[in-house]
């Protein structure tokens, strides 16, 4: 992911969030197909959908089959300030995540309306997602709103039980983290279920069953948890 001299942040991709451990909804295939082409066939995707729906996985995954390419988490660089899309159209693609959180900021705006414009004449591909439609975003540039709505916009849906089932075996697989099928059950019977949480309370016993040293059983689990 070469970036030019130019741009000051380093925008790093998480290498475990791949296509390979994607978990996809037989309704999202569609979607999953284009993004894993070699060559995008159009300049700019919104996917909108609910928190724990794989978003973030899904455009870092994108973004890591094109190396000259950044994927900007707003959710981390809000604070920045707008600036650090300054330049950003040199690259061949431009991954941009939660971008609902700078929707209604007048600078931000902008901002991304200079820069969409800026990807168009450079043959620069974006890919945004948002946690609302383009049409339910509350924009203060209308010119942005007909811009984000212009493009391929695709929902990505929710797993259903088995599919986050799956998800969280793949993640545990690709943290290396030994689970048992029984484990993940209980995990996933007990746990909140959006695949956000899942991941956290994984993510937390893997932290603390190597700290004690202990296997992640069924009876460390309920400890841990509280369950």
Not at 89 to 118: G, M, P, R, T, Y
Not at 170 to 191: C, F, H, M, N, W
Not at 195 to 206: A, H
Request: hydrophobic content about 45%; glycine content about 4%.
């Amino acid at each position: 992911m070469p970036l030019s001299n130019q741009l000051p942040f380093d925008f790093v991709l998480y290498n475990e969030f791949n296509f390979e451990n994607f978990v996809v909804a037989e309704n999202n295939q569609e979607l999953i197909d284009l993004l894993q082409a070699a060559q995008l066939a159009e300049n700019f995707y919104f996917i909108w959908g609910e928190a724990g729906s794989g978003k973030s996985h899904l455009i870092q995954a994108s973004c890591a089959k094109h190396p000259n390419s950044a994927y900007l988490p707003l959710q981390v660089f809000v604070e920045e300030g707008e600036s650090i899309l300054d330049g950003l159209e040199q690259l061949d693609l431009i991954c941009i995540d939660d971008v609902h959180l700078v929707i209604s900021k007048s600078i931000w705006e902008e901002k991304l309306f200079a820069l969409f414009n800026a990807c168009q004449l450079n043959a620069t591909s974006m890919l945004v997602s948002s946690g609302l439609t383009p049409l339910e975003l509350n924009f203060s540039l209308p010119d942005l709103k007909s811009r984000f709505s212009s493009g391929v916009t695709y929902q990505l849906h929710e797993l259903d039980d088995i599919g986050k089932i799956a998800a969280l075996k793949k993640r545990a697989q690709t943290a290396g983290v030994p689970l048992e099928d029984e484990v993940l059950s209980y995990i996933y019977l007990r746990s909140e279920r959006s695949m956000s949480k899942l991941f956290s309370v994984l993510e937390q016993l893997d932290k603390l069953s190597l700290a004690q040293k202990r296997r992640i059983t069924i009876p460390f689990v309920k400890t841990i948890m509280s369950w």
